[in-house]
Structure formats: C-alpha cells, structure tokens
C-alpha cells in the first residue's frame, strides 16, 4: 500500500510545514507578575545564553540585558563565518528592528518640526504615486503604525527589490494599491517603513544612513553602527541545512532601507535599549518617546514598536542570513536584545529572548533544549519521500496488475494523491503568505531561511510524479481496460 503510506507521508509534510510557518509568527512568553523579583545576576545570564548557544548550535549568537541606565550582561558567544569569536561588539544585520530605527529618525523630525505625523504623505513627499487614490490620505503616522492600507498582496515586493535608489523605488509603486482604506486596518508590509525613510531623506536633506549616523547613532555612543555595509561590515550569515550551518552571502537586492537595513551590535543595542527605557541620552521628548511605543487602537503595533499583552514592547526581525529581537519592559525598565548569525526555520532569538524575560522576572528558564528538530525532521521526511519514491517505482508493475478490471475513477483517486507534493512546492510562496498573515516570500528568499523545508517538498514532489509516471507507464502496458463505474 505505498500510496496508503505516501499520504501519510503528505500530511506530515503539510503539519511540519504549517508548523514552520506557524513558529515564524510566536512571540516572546507571557508575563507571570511578580512582587520585586529578585534581578538577574551576569553570571546566572551568562549561562543561561552559554548552555543555549551550545544546544541550538547556531553558529554565533551575542546578546545584551540592560536595566535603567546600566547595561546588566553583554556578550557573545560562537563564531562568525570568518572563523573570528563572536563578541557583544560583532557587527551583525538586525533585519526588521531596523523599523524602529526608522520611526525615530522620523519622530525626531517631527519634534524639529520638518514632518508633520498627522499630515498626509503626498504632501510631505510629493513623488509618491500609486494607482490608487487613496494614496493622498495615507498619513505619516499611518507609515509607521502599519495602517497605512500599504500590504505584500497589492503591491509588487519582487519589482520592488530591483530598486537602485530610495527615489526609484518609491517611483516603482506607480502601479500599486491599497488594499484597505487608510488607518482602518493593521497590514506588516516593509514598504510602510522603505516610504518613510525616502521621507527622513526629503525632509532632512541628507542620505538616510547620514541622518542615522548624526541623530541617532553618534548622538547614543553606537560606534559599531550604520545602515550600510560599506561603512560596518558584518560577515556573511547562515543558513540551516538540516542542521548544517553553512555560510552564505546575503542576496544583493536594495539595501540601505528604512524596513531592514540597519546593522550594529549587541553592545550598541544595549545603549539603544537604554534610551527607548527612557533611561540616559534621550532622542526626543517622553512624550515623543510614549507615542512611538503606544499602539495604534487598530492593531497591536505603535510607530516601529509592538506591545504585547503584558504591556512589554518589542520588536523581532529576520533577513535571509541574520535574526534578531529586541525587548523593552516599561514597568521595569529592563531591556533585552538578541542576535544571531544564523537565519532559517527556528529562530533562536525567540528561544533566548523567552529565557532572558524569565530571568528579569525571578522566574527560571526552560533548560536550554536541542532547536534543530524541525530540521532533522525535515532530513527525516526527505529520506523517507526518496525512500518511497523508489519503492513506488519499482513496484508500479505489481500495483498496476493489482488494479486489473478496476473502475477508472477508483484508480484515479489513488493517483491523484501523488501530485500533491508538487502542487504544494509549486503554491509554497503562497502557503507561506497563507501562514504569516500576507507576508510576501518570494522563491530566492524561500531557498535561503527555508531551504530544508524547499528540498524536502522538491524531493517529495519528484517521488510522488516519479511513482505517478511509473504506475500510469505498467498500466498502459497492461492495457487495462476498467469499467466507468
């Protein structure tokens, strides 16, 4: 029975699938209140993040913990590509943290009165065209709180990452639309936060990266900081092959954004960390710092920031070889940022930022497990399709004679479960848009974080067609002729 096995096999590859997805969505655990919790000591830290970084086996891994105006424990553990140790200073990519970056560029700019938050967009920054009306009453609030009606599934993120320039890719959106009316719904969509940074550029008079580097960065100390690679330079990132790191460069689309370009380091995160606590050199104003962390009433997210349930906000990103989360506790004032060189299906920040908010709260870890299930059940499944692939061939002549005299349509049912490996490789960007919520994966991103789950589905659906091909060829040299009902 080895369709009977191979569509089992299917389901598992559905549920692991679902399951990926499902894990690039978890948030950081739910707060347990305690009365003065006794504080992290570095030492009890340092272990925790020690025993981590050795059972998920990412290559490198730094993070920082800060509390009021006081960096608790910064450090690094691992290597990077180069084969160098990874410290609390290694430059690494931050990904969609970056958006809060973002916001505050713009949030200073409205404190020096050059951006008007509840002013519309058009009026701001002119050359923004859409093929939709709507685009004239997209406030620049509505940019940084997500409810700009911008999303992945009416605009053409592929062209999009063609740009050469912050100008050319604001002009390629000429022939996007909304998909909702402004500030009615909550869309994640990083064109939200590449539009504001082309709008720190108009409204300061200066690259992007420049008025990072002068208003942010200099100002707080981040001297490992930058927006581009030719000024800090990170090694090439990860990714996991089923289990496997193996170093690859990051793709060279347009960089430099306002959604994900920003790279630093965990001791540089830390004095960020301290100032978004409102704790030392402060960018803006409390009342400045209060907007940009408050949600927008439409969603969960403020401007560049995400508050949980618990009333904690933070913020978590990934490219294709990078990850990286941070995590601000009002309440308390402290601050955790997490980041790792290793981009793919499980996402160790996650895991670490969970252990590191336990420890904030007197609370104790979950002991530091194995992260790579997913990817030897990955490997496990690509060996069984492969397994199963041949069997099936090899056994299409007997299975064919087992099918003699049978009704057509009976016999079709049991082929057509063999394609279905196929038609979900084949639909994979938009299972992966399905599990995200709209996120767009175009395949070259597909092939990098989610490698393993691409060449198992590849296997898959190639035994699954090798098997239907082998049983349709042994049916017509039987020249079975069934009955139509």
Same mark, same amino acid.
């Given at each position: 029975m080895e369709h009977t096995r191979l569509t089992r096999h299917i389901a598992a590859v559905l549920l692991v699938v679902a399951t990926a997805g499902a894990g690039l969505c978890a948030g950081p655990a739910a707060h347990a209140a305690a009365a003065s919790p006794p504080a992290p000591t570095p030492e009890a830290i340092d272990t925790y993040l020690a025993d981590l970084h050795e059972a998920s086996g990412v290559p490198g891994?730094?993070?920082?913990? +800060?509390?009021?105006?006081e960096v608790v424990h910064a450090a690094g553990y691992g290597h990077d590509s180069t084969g160098e140790p990874v410290t609390a200073g290694t430059p690494m990519r931050i990904a969609s943290v970056s958006k809060s970056f973002t916001a505050m560029a713009v949030t200073i700019l409205a404190e020096d009165g050059r951006i008007d938050l509840d002013g519309t967009v058009t009026d701001q920054l002119p050359e923004l065209r859409m093929a939709d009306p709507r685009v004239d009453r997209i406030t620049v609030r509505q940019l940084l709180d997500q409810t700009s009606g911008l999303a992945d599934t009416?605009?053409?993120?592929?062209?999009?990452?063609? !740009?050469?320039?912050?100008?050319? =890719?604001?002009?390629? $959106? /000429?022939?996007?639309?909304?998909a909702?009316?402004?500030?009615?719904? =909550?869309? =994640?969509?990083?064109?939200?936060?590449?539009? !504001? !940074?082309?709008?720190?550029?108009?409204?300061?008079?200066?690259? %992007?990266?420049?008025? $990072? +580097?002068?208003?942010? %960065?200099?100002?707080?100390?981040?001297?490992a900081s930058a927006t581009r690679d030719d000024v800090v330079r990170p090694a090439d990132g990860y990714n996991s092959l089923f289990g496997w790191w193996v170093p690859r460069a990051e793709p060279r689309w347009f960089d430099d954004?306002?959604?994900?370009?920003?790279?630093?380091?965990?001791?540089?995160?830390?004095?960020? #960390?301290?100032?978004?606590?409102g704790n030392g050199h402060q960018l803006v104003?409390?009342?400045? #710092?209060?907007?940009?962390?408050?949600?927008?009433?439409?969603?969960?997210?403020?401007?560049?920031?995400?508050?949980?349930?618990?009333?904690?906000?933070? /913020?978590?990103? %990934?490219?294709?070889?990078?990850?990286?989360?941070?995590?601000?506790?009002?309440?308390?004032?402290?601050?955790? !940022?997490? #980041?790792t060189n290793g981009g793919g299906l499980t996402d160790v920040t996650r895991t670490a930022l969970d252990g590191l908010v336990a420890l904030t709260r007197g609370e104790t870890p979950e002991p530091s497990a194995g992260t790579r299930t997913l990817d030897l059940g990955l490997a496990g499944l690509l060996l069984v399709s492969a397994a199963l692939g041949v069997a099936g061939?090899?056994?299409?002549?007997?299975?064919?004679?087992r099918r003699a005299g049978r009704a057509r349509w009976r016999t079709g049912l049991r082929l057509v479960w063999l394609v279905l490996p196929a038609v979900v490789l084949a639909l994979l960007p938009q299972l992966g848009a399905f599990l995200t919520g709209g996120r767009t994966f175009p395949w070259p991103s597909l092939t990098y974080?989610?490698?393993?789950?691409? #060449?198992?589905l590849l296997v898959a659906a190639l035994a699954g067609l090798g098997v239907l091909g082998a049983r349709l060829r042994a049916l017509l040299r039987r020249g079975r002729v069934g009955s139509a009902t």
């Open positions: 891994l730094s993070a920082v913990v +800060t509390h009021g105006d009416t605009v053409d993120v592929a062209d999009l990452a063609e !740009a050469t320039s912050r100008t050319d =890719y604001v002009a390629r $959106l /000429h022939d996007d639309t909304l909702t009316d402004p500030g009615t719904a =909550y869309h =994640y969509c990083n064109v939200n936060f590449d539009i !504001a !940074a082309r709008l720190v550029e108009v409204a300061s008079g200066q690259e %992007f990266g420049d008025f $990072l +580097t002068e208003r942010v %960065f200099e100002p707080l100390g981040m001297s954004t306002g959604s994900a370009g920003v790279i630093t380091s965990a001791a540089d995160m830390g004095r960020w #960390l301290i100032s978004q606590t104003s409390s009342a400045g #710092l209060d907007a940009m962390h408050a949600p927008s009433g439409v969603g969960d997210y403020g401007l560049g920031w995400q508050t949980k349930d618990d009333g904690t906000r933070w /913020h978590s990103g %990934f490219v294709m070889t990078y990850r990286a989360v941070e995590w601000i506790d009002p309440a308390t004032g402290y601050g955790i !940022a997490v #980041l061939v090899l056994r299409a002549p007997r299975w064919a004679a974080f989610a490698l393993p789950a691409v #060449l198992m």
